[in-house]
């Protein structure tokens, strides 16, 4: 089973900042590493797929980057509304389908 | 509109059982896989299971496998879950979740489960 790995846990950055948030793979995972936002009381969204494409309506601040064993998900300039929970989830070795522990970000 | 609508959770005593179900709306249900992946209160994501678009291949979390069986039927656009001797471990928010370039896409609301005596 692939670990994966969020750091830090929580993360505090000022509204109009940049954040940058990483995810580390036990293994290879190629580019099949997926981000997602989870607001509380919602259902997970997909942010990012492959790595580094947004999926479809997510706003051009949020940007992923990566291959292999480590991942970056950054919003460039947060909004009030970026602050959530945020998860990765590789997807290149499944069965299973393994998310890290998560990242909250918070307001500084 | 495009949607995934879980349903049938509810509170139940450990050992008994539960059947949930996910109801697919506005795109083609046989184009994808479904995975069931849940919240425990407080906690992070964990996938259960997933299907393929014709029930080909079936795939369990070691957490759940003997226990849940998943399901779905093409004609009504629908994903079941059925659940049986529940655990308290297994008390957590669980949705359906659509398979798009290998990621989950599209997320129902989700359906609370409580085992609890």
């Known amino acids: 089973e692939i670990v994966m790995t969020q750091s830090p846990v929580t993360l505090s950055v000022s509204p109009g900042e940049r954040a940058t948030l990483s995810c580390r793979a036990s293994q290879s995972i190629n580019s099949n590493l997926a981000w997602y936002q989870q607001k509380p009381g919602q259902a997970p969204r997909l942010l990012i797929y492959g790595a580094s494409s947004r999926a479809t309506g997510i706003p051009v601040r949020f940007s992923g980057s990566g291959s292999g064993t480590e991942f970056t998900l950054t919003i460039s300039s947060l909004q009030s509304e970026d602050f959530a929970v945020y998860y990765c989830?590789?997807?290149?070795?499944?069965?299973?389908?393994?998310f890290g522990q998560g990242t909250k970000l918070e307001i500084k | 509109e495009v949607q995934l609508v879980e349903s049938g959770g509810g509170l139940v005593k450990p050992g008994g059982s539960l059947r949930l179900s996910c109801a697919a709306s506005g795109f083609t249900f046989t184009d994808h896989n479904i995975n069931w992946v849940r919240q425990a209160p407080g906690k992070g994501l964990e996938w259960v299971s997933s299907i393929s678009s014709s029930s080909t291949y079936i795939y369990y979390a070691d957490s759940v496998k003997g226990r849940f069986t998943i399901s779905r039927d093409n004609a009504k656009n629908s994903l079941y879950l059925q659940m049986n001797s529940l655990r308290a471990e297994d008390t957590a928010v669980y949705y359906c979740a659509r398979v798009e370039r290998g990621a989950f896409d599209m997320w129902g609301q989700g359906t609370v489960v409580a085992v609890s005596s």
């Open positions: 989830q590789q997807y290149n070795n499944w069965p299973p389908y393994t």
